[in-house]
């Protein structure tokens, strides 16, 4: 049984979310360090160089790394304030067991014993997979590489997944049908030089903050933008074409653009004949996509669509980005492969200024993915169920292929099978599926199912107060590795303090686990996060993702090496597809066609408006970190409902009254916020909270057949005018805990309500 | 000394409202905790339009005219510093007078502190911390005669406010008169619903 140890009250009141207002010893302390380390954030896919100051063994605070290419010393208020998650006094630091009386500390030896014994407890019962893990890739390529080879040798479990398939993974399946590998087609260097910049689905200025600068670099010497979004965000204010379109139709305008490309001759047909297959087809099936036809699906008008179509297939150069907006749709691959195919159509890829890339979101999206971090793969983005690739594997690894198990299941299916008993155990770590799972009810009751759950996190996070034991892990900062940014160049982390008491690297406690499992000798050579990164470069060794000629030493020398990069003096590959060159076998790129379908759920007569989620500046996902940090928490306290004024008036809400939200799964009263930015038959909520503020209670487990992610961004939903006294009490909290970051003073005067 | 053929030009048509520079500007060795940065949001109901105001460093500024106590002084490099100790009394009038909104009078410490260009970083070749980090780049440092390769807009330094002409250091970056401004959504749809 996995329920609460202790009321939410009482849980916050031991393990916060507390804040963290000031460096240690408070603002008036020396703020000479004794060192300064340069690594990167821990947050975001951008993975800005930053420099930590260090004073007695603890990060003081930053300073700006102005030598790194990709952001120069820029920065977002996350990675200003990150420094702040250090020297918490959330933060855990010693093994932790549930008690009728709450979480008490335990000694790590007895903590690690009873971990094992319930994994052979749980495994020798009902079978090895009914032991998950889901992990996550805010890890650095070597602990998701190990999370991937402890779950199939150490835990011989097929079932590992990770919160990736909550971010990444429709832009990864649509990259690999088209292009045969996933990444970025492009280093950011190229955004600078395109004509036309495309960004579909993405709030660039408060999710990728430091890519704004590249765009508007382009603007700046000419460059047209056309921004596809349901609200008008802070960068499309200005930019040349703005298309706000109806929740879950991006694949009908992609194939409207498509349409007009070829119906007025814009098309590259030398390249297409050259270099792709399948366009036949693709033209196939846009044949009825006429404007008409487009605009009645997305609600855009005619003329807008026309315009998008004449910018983009007029241009000389151009770069098309896309992020969450699109990708968290059950068609979420569909509408990847449909801004491939305008890309593809138009042969403006592989050359200087003509680029494409999906902008990764979490701070190792791109890395943690290539490694065997997913249920079906395998290191170097291999696939777990060809037999080649299990074969080079097992020959790394020094393992029969009876021993590695075949295609587990995604997140969420794992979560389903957790909720319907087929799943007993489950390690977490790095993931807070009870804030970033859709259906958050949903998952609160399969958490309470398990009969043993451990869980590796720095703080408790909501998941984590479900666990049966917590084992303290490490801050990004207390650890060495490398990560993979949004570009697809490989960085170098660097440790800048030890972690406190108990608290170790996810990495040493995966290996730890192992050996008591009996399974040292696949894990006993990992002495050191570089010992792994070496055994990854061999099996990611003629995989797509090929790191064989990235050392440690490469990396700080070349600030960072972007793959593939199969040999050590190789420069590696910053710009992909040169010369019209895929990763296909016969190196061609595949059109494919995306027949319209509309979302798993519509809006009707119960349910008549649109939700769509999505994150703001000043949080990072599930917000475990970020709802810490006293500054952050000040500029954005708590989530809200941003609804168009003539939605509002319809329900007779003004800024601020309380609106009660309803959908399929679950309900929950915010204060609107009401703004023209955003289409009148749509709402937006903010996602980084938990509990009775979790837009995610709202949201649907509706999964992309092929990627299995879920669709967050369109949800059928009614609201109704209700009074303030309904607003939650930890909407109160958090506005109370707003006005302590405001003021250092913890207690709030009455007359601020 | 602030390199004099580098200046600050401030471009809000950039800015995304994100505060990295008012986190930043508190970080400073000698700021403490405190910002000296204001980051305002025009009017969100009717637009994301954010604008930071950092000093404008004027060429004669009427905060160390007005100031009873003569404690607010330009420097030869045309920076316009924050209140000296002990002369400053905490009057506040600074705070009142400045056309720009700049000067803050912290309370507990009855001293008007205000931006002075981030003197230490800048003196040593460094940019400001804020238009270090400004992920935009809507706080922008840099040589006075790149500007014009790097932005479309102009910058401005010359400004009539009220019946009061002032003149300043820092630019601000003036969007050109035909730039796209999309600001109600109900607008750009099919029908407006």
């Known amino acids: 049984m996995s329920t609460l140890p202790l009321s939410q009250d009482q849980l916050r009141a031991q393990f916060g979310p507390h804040l963290n207002l000031a460096p240690p010893g408070g603002w008036l302390a020396d703020p000479t360090p004794d060192k300064v380390v340069e690594t990167h954030c821990c947050f975001c896919g951008q993975q800005c160089g930053i420099k930590l100051k260090v004073k007695d063994n603890k990060v003081i605070g930053f300073d700006p790394w102005e030598e790194f290419p990709f952001n120069q010393g820029k920065l977002c208020p996350k990675g200003v304030k990150r420094y702040l998650q250090g020297n918490h006094p959330d933060r855990l630091t010693k093994a932790m067991k549930r008690t009728e009386n709450g979480f008490e500390p335990m000694d790590w030896n007895e903590a690690m014993d009873r971990t094992v014994a319930e994994i052979q407890r749980i495994q020798g019962q009902h079978g090895k997979d009914a032991f998950a893990v889901l992990s996550g890739v805010s890890l650095t390529n070597e602990k998701s590489y190990l999370a991937g080879k402890f779950a199939r040798l150490g835990l011989q479990t097929k079932n590992l997944d990770y919160n990736g398939r909550l971010c990444m993974v429709s832009a990864g399946a649509g990259n690999k049908k088209a292009f045969g590998v996933d990444r970025a087609a492009n280093s950011w260097a190229d955004i600078e030089h395109a004509k036309v910049i495309w960004v579909a689905g993405s709030n660039v200025a408060e999710c990728s903050p430091i890519t704004t600068d590249y765009i508007w670099r382009a603007r700046d010497k000419g460059a047209l933008l056309i921004v596809v979004d349901p609200r008008i965000t802070p960068l499309a204010r200005t930019a040349d074409l703005v298309l706000p379109l109806k929740p879950g139709t991006d694949s009908a305008l992609t194939n409207g653009i498509l349409h007009l490309l070829n119906k007025w001759n814009l098309i590259d047909w030398e390249f297409v004949k050259a270099h792709t297959h399948g366009f036949e087809e693709a033209l196939e099936a846009v044949k009825d996509c006429t404007p008409q036809w487009t605009s009645q699906m997305t609600g855009l008008p005619v003329e807008a669509i026309e315009k998008a179509a004449r910018i983009w297939g007029e241009a000389e150069t151009s770069f098309l980005l896309h992020a969450r907006g699109i990708e968290h749709q059950s068609k979420g691959v569909d509408n990847v492969l449909g801004c491939i195919n305008m890309v593809l159509a138009t042969g403006r890829i592989g050359r200087p200024g003509c680029g494409y890339a999906t902008i990764t979101g979490q701070g190792n999206g791109q890395g943690g993915r290539e490694h065997g971090h997913k249920c079906d793969q395998l290191p170097g983005n291999r696939d777990i169920s060809n037999p080649e690739h299990r074969k080079y594997i097992c020959s790394v690894w020094g393992c029969t292929d009876e021993e590695l198990p075949g295609v587990g299941q995604s997140a969420q299916e794992i979560m389903n099978a957790i909720h319907s008993g087929e799943i007993k155990g489950l390690l977490l770590l790095c993931f807070n599926p009870l804030v970033s799972l859709p259906d958050s009810q949903f998952t609160r009751e399969a958490l309470n199912k398990l009969e043993f759950f451990v869980c590796l996190d720095f703080f408790l996070s909501e998941s984590a107060q479900h666990a049966d034991l917590v084992l303290p892990s490490a801050l990004h900062e207390e650890d060495e590795g490398t990560t993979t940014s949004a570009e697809g160049r490989v960085i170098k982390i660097n440790k800048a303090v030890d972690c406190p008491g108990d608290a170790r690297p996810d990495w040493q406690i995966m290996v730890e686990l192992a050996k008591r499992l009996g399974r040292g000798k696949y894990f006993d050579h990992f002495t050191s996060p570089e010992a792994i990164f070496n055994e990854l470069r061999v099996a990611s060794k003629g995989g797509t993702a090929d790191y064989a000629g990235i050392t440690y030493e490469k990396i700080v020398k070349n600030m960072g090496v972007f793959w593939p990069c199969p040999t050590e003096d190789h420069p590696g590959t910053p710009r992909l597809f040169e010369g019209g060159q895929f990763f296909h076998p016969d190196g061609k790129a595949k059109f494919i066609p995306t027949p319209w379908r509309p979302p798993m759920e519509v809006v009707d007569d119960d349910y008549p408006i649109w939700l769509t989620s999505g994150r703001v500046v000043f949080h990072y996902l599930s917000g475990t970190q970020t709802r810490r940090i006293g500054f952050l928490v000040e500029q954005c306290p708590h989530p809200y409902l941003e609804i168009h004024p003539r939605l509002a008036e319809k329900y007779g809400l003004q800024e601020g009254d309380a609106v009660e939200i309803t959908s399929r799964r679950g309900i929950m009263v915010l204060p609107a916020k009401v703004v023209k930015t955003i289409r009148p038959d749509t709402v937006f909520i903010p996602y980084h909270w938990a509990g009775a503020l979790s837009a995610n209670r709202l949201t649907a487990r509706h999964l992309d057949p092929v990627s299995k992610i879920p669709e967050f961004k369109v949800s059928a939903v009614r609201l109704k005018k209700t009074t303030r006294d309904q607003f939650s009490p930890e909407l109160a909290e958090l506005q109370r805990m707003a006005y302590e970051a405001r003021s250092g003073q913890s207690q709030m005067p009455e007359q601020v309500f | ?193």
């Open chain 2, 1 to 193: 000394m602030v390199p004099q053929d580098y200046g600050f030009f401030i471009d809000p048509q950039r800015c995304i409202g994100c505060r990295s520079c008012v986190g930043a500007c508190a970080e400073c060795g000698t700021h403490r905790g405190r910002s000296m940065i204001h980051l305002d949001e025009m009017d969100r109901f009717d637009s994301p339009q954010t604008v930071p105001t950092v000093c404008m460093h004027c060429e004669d500024p009427i905060c160390a005219q007005v100031c009873p106590s003569d404690a607010i002084k330009r420097s030869e490099d045309g920076v316009v510093h924050a209140a000296q100790k002990p002369r400053c009394i905490g009057c506040q009038n600074c705070e009142l007078s400045c056309p720009f909104g700049v000067p803050i009078v912290f309370s507990g410490l009855e001293q008007m502190l205000k931006c002075d260009l981030c003197y230490d970083r800048t003196s040593e070749g460094h940019k400001p911390m804020c238009a270090t980090v400004c992920p935009s780049q809507a706080l922008l440092f840099v040589r006075k005669d790149e500007v014009a390769n790097l932005r479309h807009n102009k910058p401005l330094r010359d400004f009539l406010i009220g019946s009061v002409r002032v003149k300043t250091k820092n630019a601000i970056m003036v969007p050109d008169p035909d730039t796209p401004l999309h600001l109600d959504a109900a607008l750009l749809i099919d029908g407006g619903l």
